[in-house]
């Protein structure tokens, strides 16, 4: 019998050889038992939370100060992605944005990076603007203003550059009211939200201002005195000379009392923008709760008081009360000894510590020639009354400097109202 063919049971054939016919086999069929039931549990899908959504960000600061800064930023737990002249690049969730915003001492501004690409004709310009998310950065009723600057590149008029952008934010957010951004930090209103535009080598890059008002306005310094040093400096040359609020620290030339009050900020690691906010929080969909978990974690980390003595003296009665009136506000007036007093009168408290100075450049307060004497006198009292001391001094005249007779290293370069200075330190 031949074997057979195909797949399954075997097919039978009559007996008769001459019969072709096909005896269709038996298929008994298959008994199943039964299947028993088991009770599954419904099983209720669980929504993860929402991931943190991360920002690229960009940190202006005074050009010199960028290490420092970037040392900040790895404080506070961001990894800064690139140092570059004049800023720190680095990515952060909202919570982390906040936190830069209020800790950085060194900071001018923050943005975000809201769109990057090539443009070489106002038509290009136009076309790769328009997917530009711009309402994710517009809050309800908030004018709007754009910085432009143009650099090596065929989109040279910053003016045109800026109302080309102007028209296609106008046709995301029809009820947005564009108007001009001043040519200075100085001249932004805090009431619009500024976006700034750098356009260097055909590479157009639009950032929206996080920050708003400029971060060294702290809130403190209503009352000014002669040539003011911007808080953010001044707070940037105590971390440059490595202060951190373990020793005694004096001021003899206070002016407005700015280092003694950005010394005690860090003395007591006060948080330099707790007393503000700042433009993120007003944009659609930023996350409140990040905002206000930060400022707890910041006020969280308050010392109660500074740990050494900080004392700011000048012998101007009006830098006096200005500086007593600007520590009030600070918040800090138990932790400072404000007097009236010249220069040779100073006395340092036991121990050592750290003195330092912003006298006058002679480039705009006062001849250089006049100065030479307050210099002398200067080092005179620091060699005679301050030994083991950390004396430091911003100066912008070698030869000025060279009157001290102190044996002075370079710790950092910057420029300081348009003045070429440095911070020397012994």
Not at 65 to 77: I, K, W
Not at 318 to 331: E, F, I
């Amino acid at each position: 019998m031949r074997k057979p063919r195909g797949r399954g049971a075997p097919v039978r054939r009559s007996a008769n050889p001459y019969d072709r016919s096909v005896v269709k086999p038996v298929v008994k069929p298959v008994q199943k038992s039964a299947a028993k039931l088991v009770a599954v549990p419904a099983v209720i899908p669980v929504a993860k939370p929402a991931a943190p959504q991360f920002r690229d960000c960009f940190a202006i600061v005074t050009p010199g100060f960028e290490l420092l800064t970037d040392g900040e930023l790895r404080t506070l737990g961001v990894a800064a992605v690139a140092k570059s002249e004049g800023g720190v690049s680095f990515r952060a969730d909202d919570r982390a944005l906040v936190a830069a915003n209020l800790q950085l001492r060194t900071a001018t501004r923050v943005l975000v990076r809201v769109a990057e690409f090539s443009a070489r004709s106002f038509a290009e310009l136009e076309r790769r603007a328009k997917p530009v998310r711009w309402r994710d950065y517009l809050p309800k009723g908030r004018n709007v203003a754009f910085r432009v600057t143009c650099k090596k590149s065929r989109l040279y008029h910053s003016v045109a550059v800026a109302e080309r952008l102007a028209k296609s934010l106008m046709a995301a957010a029809p009820n947005a009211k564009v108007v001009r951004a001043g040519c200075d930090d100085e001249d932004e209103s805090p009431a619009a939200q500024l976006f700034i535009v750098r356009v260097a080598r055909d590479v157009v890059t639009i950032s929206a201002d996080a920050s708003g008002e400029l971060l060294h306005r702290r809130g403190y310094r209503l009352a000014t005195a002669k040539a003011p040093i911007r808080e953010t400096i001044a707070a940037g040359c105590l971390l440059a000379l490595g202060y951190d609020g373990s020793v005694p620290f004096i001021d003899p030339m206070c002016g407005a009392g700015t280092f003694a009050i950005e010394a005690a900020l860090i003395a007591r690691n006060i948080a330099p923008g707790i007393g503000r906010t700042f433009a993120c929080e007003s944009w659609p969909g930023f996350d409140a709760d990040a905002a206000r978990q930060s400022r707890a974690d910041a006020k969280a980390a308050e010392r109660a008081s500074a740990a050494a003595p900080i004392f700011a003296s000048d012998r101007d009665a009006g830098a006096v009360k200005a500086t007593l009136g600007n520590v009030a506000r600070a918040g800090v007036t138990a932790d400072l000894t404000v007097t009236e007093c010249a220069l040779s009168a100073i006395e340092p408290p036991s121990g050592v510590g750290m003195l330092i100075a912003n006298p006058p450049y002679g480039a705009r307060v006062g001849d250089a020639s006049d100065l030479r004497n307050l210099y002398a006198q200067f080092g005179n009292v620091a060699r005679t009354k301050f030994g083991g001391w950390r004396v430091a001094l911003v100066s912008a005249e070698r030869s000025l400097e060279a009157q001290t007779k102190l044996p002075f290293a370079e710790l950092v370069k910057f420029s300081n109202g348009g003045i070429k200075v440095r911070l020397v330190a012994t």
